[in-house]
């Protein structure tokens, strides 16, 4: 079974755009994370979930909305469409507690903007 | 500013012997410092976490060193193995929760 799975795998859209990125969880983790991966390869948190809150939001513009029906999924919804947008989106979660963390990934939702 | 900075881009070495990453940051007090793997088109696999009054962690071939004074981590990897070639990234947990990443340096095992 996937641990943390991500849908879709690709998305190809035009700007202006409104997309959803859909991700789930079954490792009955507290935490969840979407991170993009831009061309240059580096890896940078947008947002983080615990327990249905939202505990970091880094300044990313808010036409990105991430939204948690339940613990096990935190979708990322993204509006208004912008070619700088492409990028690979990774889901992660992990959970909080005195013995550390790991962070699972999921497998990314490569979004082309164009 | 706050720098996370892996030594190099990328790291080619001969099969057989010992890789070794570094990972140098500043402004930073994390709580501890995790090494991933992350092979083309797949997300980052955890290998190793480290944390602040830890100076040394090993699993099977992998070693971690983390100096709270340097700033700095290194990763190595002994008698490496073609399959041991992917991008190795290091990220700190920060103490609200936030884990921040290096840019990866591309390890290639050459046969």
């Known amino acids: 079974d996937t641990a943390v799975s991500q849908t879709p795998k690709y998305l190809v859209t035009q700007m202006g755009n409104d997309k959803s990125i859909k991700c789930e969880q079954n490792?009955?983790?507290?935490?969840m994370y979407w991170y993009k991966q831009d061309s240059k390869k580096f890896l940078k948190i947008m947002f983080s979930y615990n327990n249905k809150e939202l505990i970091i939001n880094e300044t990313v513009p808010n036409r990105f909305s991430p939204k948690s029906p339940d613990k096990a999924h935190l979708n990322l919804h993204i509006n208004s469409l912008e070619l700088g947008d492409s990028a690979v989106y990774f889901c992660a979660s992990s959970n909080q507690g005195a013995g550390g963390e790991t962070q699972y990934f999921g497998p990314g939702t490569r979004l082309l903007v164009l | 500013s706050q720098k996370i900075e892996q030594n190099s881009e990328a790291l080619n070495i001969q099969e057989g012997k010992t890789a070794t990453l570094t990972c140098n940051y500043t402004n930073y007090s994390p709580a501890y410092l995790q090494w991933y793997r992350q092979d083309p088109g797949r997300g980052p696999v955890f290998l190793l976490l480290i944390r602040e009054n830890e100076k040394e962690k090993r699993k099977e071939r992998l070693k971690v060193t983390f100096d709270t004074t340097l700033k700095q981590s290194l990763f190595h990897i002994t008698a490496s193995q073609p399959a041991d070639s992917a991008t190795y990234l290091c990220a700190l947990r920060l103490n609200n929760n936030d884990m921040r990443f290096g840019a990866g340096t591309r390890l290639t095992v050459k046969p």
């Open positions: 490792l009955g983790h507290d935490t």
